[in-house]
């Protein structure tokens, strides 16, 4: 059986609860679902103007020093950092001037980091100076599938349009799904009519450097995780099984970055952890 590679959120804000989560792994395997690995751990230091999807404003930059810290403890861990360039307004110009990116990028270089990017500028030119693997972010909300199945011949890893988390007969035509990594617990509404106006919203926020009201309104549903299983987007372990067992999908990531840490435990507990030892699990990550 295929490992249950996951991807957590997030780096900076997450980064002792999600060190904790993987060491608890790796003295007790057995407390955890069947299968399931940390392959990555994904997020973007402060005031970062290449971060995208989620704008993370309002602190200071981190030092040299931190970034070193950060990318050490994770590697040790057994695990990657991804950076996350999603920001849908940079291009390869604005990767080579920019200070603070130059220098995140230099530091990132001397570890095993991954970077997710939106933009196929961004991406050649980080495949041209620096070793990352790259991951297409699902923020290009593919969902025609001769362009995943071409993107999934450019990049190491696309993550997979939301909306098509549950469309069977799509996922059964792509081409490499041991490449594709699907998002288990988007709350998103299906088909959001302003999802990419918040991304650009977002995007635009992280490269003013200010945390600004989105005007539309959301459409997230407010139901709890549970309640979303029925629908066409959010997982059940089983459908996460399903994914492994019958497509071959081993790459799955859990969508938490400027979540509430509770819910963001709630999530962790159900897709990780054996429900014999939630609040034993739960007990070190909030303790």
Not at 21 to 35: M, Q
Not at 124 to 145: H, Q
Not at 249 to 269: A, S, T, W
Request: glycine residues 4%.
């Amino acid at each position: 059986m295929l490992d249950l590679n996951y991807a957590l959120p997030d780096f900076t804000s997450n980064l002792k609860m999600n060190l904790a989560l993987i060491e608890a792994w790796r003295k007790n395997p057995a407390v955890f679902r069947d299968g399931v690995r940390f392959g990555s751990v994904y997020g973007s230091f402060p005031l970062c103007k290449a971060n995208g999807g989620r704008q993370y404003v309002g602190l200071l930059p981190y030092s040299s020093n931190q970034m070193h810290a950060t990318f050490t403890a994770l590697n040790e861990a057994g695990v990657k950092a991804r950076l996350t360039f999603t920001n849908m307004f940079i291009d390869g110009c604005m990767l080579r001037d920019d200070t603070y990116i130059r220098k995140i990028l230099a530091i990132a270089s001397q570890y095993d980091v991954e970077v997710i990017v939106y933009s196929d500028e961004v991406a050649d030119y980080l495949r041209e100076n620096y070793p990352f693997k790259l991951v297409l972010s699902t923020s290009r909300e593919i969902t025609d599938i001769d362009a995943l199945n071409d993107a999934l011949e450019r990049y190491d890893y696309v993550v997979l349009n939301y909306n098509l988390n549950k469309d069977y007969d799509f996922i059964a035509q792509v081409s490499h799904p041991e490449r594709l990594e699907v998002m288990v617990n988007e709350l998103c509404a299906p088909n959001c009519p302003v999802r990419q106006l918040h991304y650009e919203h977002e995007s635009r926020d992280q490269l003013n450097g200010e945390a600004t009201l989105f005007p539309e309104e959301c459409r997230r549903p407010k139901a709890d995780l549970v309640d979303l299983f029925s629908g066409p987007i959010v997982l059940s372990n089983e459908e996460v099984d399903a994914l492994r067992a019958t497509y071959g999908i081993r790459y799955f990531k859990i969508v938490g970055r400027n979540r509430k840490r509770e819910n963001l435990v709630d999530v962790l507990l159900y897709y990780l952890v054996k429900p014999e030892y939630h609040e034993d699990v739960r007990r070190l990550l909030v303790g």
